[in-house]
């Protein structure tokens, strides 16, 4: 292979590899497109309490964490990282500092403050929109912030005192985000656990569909012709359902239930064939240090799925569902390189994930 600024310039197959300069023997060496995470805050440290840590810190402190988080993740093999929720949207300006050569770090497409209603899932990353002028306005805002993806939240979450099953807009608000987003060029991902918040969400033409634990067999099916990709994030609802004593038990007992979903869910989905890409909500509580791609793909193979598609859920579905396919998420000519090299088959077992001994970035070995 040969790479030139910072892209795949040719792929050579068989002896007749030219001279070049530079050059690095990968012989024996297992070679895979860089790893996407679909869903992050990056500001978040993963402790039982991120919340508290990150309103004692403020939000400069806040952005040095997630840049550090980032680069922590690039080093393990995750190159492109989407944040889905920030404070004072400083995951916005982590994505402009990498993009702009100031510090070197993984791609990062950042959405800001999370759109959602008075007595919505987490407010301290919110934006709070109640009318229609209101949400027209916070994707407007967040777009002249910089955001390159919108995200909203279709239903309460499981950490945190409010219900996850109902919706906590009506179907014709979330159309009014999606409409003012793909008219300024963005796409929106709704966090969404509940059945019905899931089934506006899909309806109003949400691109992704965050946790989507209790989806019903018909919108599985809507979901497939639509392509609307489904981010499950299994392994944090887990994490959390097995955290008793250690964060609120109303949330270990909503976090039980969500699970109990998210199998069922997760089984139909692969069935019926609605796409799936992989997220983790990296930095979430009491879930550990960043990254947690690795925790995920293994959760991901337990819950039913094969590793050849864990690892095309985080590479070539998750570009898909970027709106990337064209740049990263494949080993191609003309696409970034953004290259990882394993010493053992991560298709026999997904362990080998843990392996990773060589991180190319845009054409550069770490
Ligand atoms: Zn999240």
Same mark, same amino acid.
């Given at each position: 292979m040969h790479i030139q600024d910072g892209r795949i !310039? +040719?792929?050579?197959m068989g002896p007749e590899i030219p001279a070049m300069v530079d050059t690095f023997d990968a012989t024996g060496l297992f070679l895979m497109p860089g790893l996407i995470d679909m869903h992050v805050h990056l500001v978040? &440290? #993963?402790? @039982? &309490?991120p919340l508290g840590t990150m309103k004692a810190e403020g939000p400069n402190i806040a952005m040095a964490r997630g840049i550090a988080n980032a680069r922590k993740s690039l080093a393990q093999g995750v190159t492109t990282i989407r944040d889905v929720g920030s404070v004072n949207d400083v995951g916005i300006d982590i994505a402009k500092i990498f993009a702009s050569g100031l510090l070197? #770090? @993984?791609?990062?497409? !950042? !959405? #800001?403050r999370i759109i959602q209603p008075t007595g919505g899932h987490v407010p301290d990353l919110g934006y709070i929109a109640d009318s229609h002028d209101e949400l027209v306005k916070a994707v407007r805002y967040l777009k002249m912030r910089g955001a390159s993806v919108i995200k909203v939240a279709s239903t309460g979450g499981a950490y945190g005192p409010e219900e996850i099953g109902p919706s906590v807009y009506p179907q014709k608000d979330l159309e009014i985000v999606v409409n003012e987003a793909r008219r300024l060029g963005l796409r929106v991902a709704s966090h969404s656990l509940g059945k019905i918040g899931i089934e506006n969400a899909v309806r109003a033409g949400i691109n992704t569909i965050e946790h989507g634990a209790d989806i019903s067999m018909e919108i599985l099916r809507e979901m497939k012709q639509k392509e609307t990709c489904l981010i499950p994030t299994l392994a944090v609802y887990k994490k959390l359902s097995e955290s008793s004593g250690v964060i609120p038990e109303l949330y270990v007992a909503k976090s039980k239930t969500v699970v109990r979903w998210h199998k069922e869910t997760f089984r139909n989905a692969m069935d019926i064939g609605s796409p799936i890409a992989l997220g983790t909500d990296a930095g979430s509580p009491n879930f550990g240090p960043h990254p947690s791609v690795f925790l995920e793909m293994v959760t991901m193979v337990e819950y039913g799925m094969k590793p050849s598609d864990v690892l095309k859920a985080a590479t070539k579905t998750a570009a898909e569902a970027l709106g990337r396919e064209h740049e990263i998420g494949t080993i191609e000519t003309g696409k970034k390189a953004d290259i990882l090299l394993l010493k053992e088959n991560p298709l026999e077992d997904i !362990? +080998?994930?843990q392996n990773i001994c060589q991180v190319i970035k845009s054409g550069i070995m770490l």
């Open positions: !310039a +040719k792929i050579y978040w &440290d #993963g402790s @039982p &309490d070197f #770090g @993984p791609t990062v497409v !950042a !959405a #800001g !362990a +080998k994930m």
